[in-house]
């Protein structure tokens, strides 16, 4: 669905985010890390960029898809789980797709799992047959269970989903997953997974406008720059230029080194972006293979 002709035109990009929950925090200090700020309004439900003319309007993350497909915001961060089940639910209703995953941001990682009361001996997805299973995810199990050929009811309950087979609700259920303590806690099994998920920055199915196209393809590369350097360290030290066939396989994916001659003789200065964990054994098996005066230094921006 295309924006109706009767919104007026926007020349600012508008975000929504979780407003509070598990994706608020990072999902802000992601946005933060591209270079934008806000000035708060007093009730907290619409943030006036102040660096770019990129507005937040904090919601709750259910919103987010329709959303985006209404127009309203231009793009959303919310976990894939949720853009799937109403992507599935809009599908199994004739709507076309108006919204879809742009990119996986690496955080509030999960997955949508079928859990059994432990006592089950799980033996496959038949077992399930004509048995009762619990979701606040109806459209995706539905779709799940037409692919393994199942026929079970599905019975949505919008929340403690873990507990609908002690309640005698249910005979399974259908839930969101990290730990699986919450399970354990409850006395159920996961024993498969229907999603693997994590936030990701959504967006329009369709393009959008040339003004508000541009930011948005700002926003991304300078997304993508923080994504890729999120976990990266610049490494410097000093060795003499035999020692670098042993030396640079040891650098943890990292990309080709800058290398400077320190005088004239075999010494080496070496600086290298590295995307790999950079521990205290990495360094000292760089020392013993030659490297000196190492030093690991944390990287505030890049922009490839
Ligand atoms: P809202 O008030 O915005 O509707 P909510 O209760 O639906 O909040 P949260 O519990 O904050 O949402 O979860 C938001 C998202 O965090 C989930 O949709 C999911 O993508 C992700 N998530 C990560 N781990 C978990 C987990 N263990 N349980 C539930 N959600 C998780
Ligand atoms: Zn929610």
Sequence with gaps: MSPSPNTPARDRLRIAIQKSG??????RALLTSCGLSWRESRDRLFCYGESLPVDLL????DDIPGLIAEGVCDLGIVGRNVLLEQGYDRAAGGSALAFREWRALGFGGCRLALAVPDGWDWQGPEQLAGKRIATSYPASLTRWLAEQ??????????????????????DAICDLVSSGATLAANQLKPVTTLMESEAVLAGPAEALDATRGELAEMLLRRLDGALRIRHSKLLLFQAPRRVLPDLLPLLPDAETPTVMRLDDGDDLALQALCHGA????RLEELKRAGARGLMVLPVEGMLA
């Design 22 to 27: 598990r994706l608020a925090d990072p999902a």
């Design 58 to 61: 904090l919601v709750r993350d």
């Design 149 to 170: 050929g199942i026929d079970a009811k599905v019975v949505l309950l919008s929340g403690s989903v873990e507990i609908a087979p002690r309640l005698g609700q249910a």
């Design 278 to 281: 950079v521990t205290w054994q």
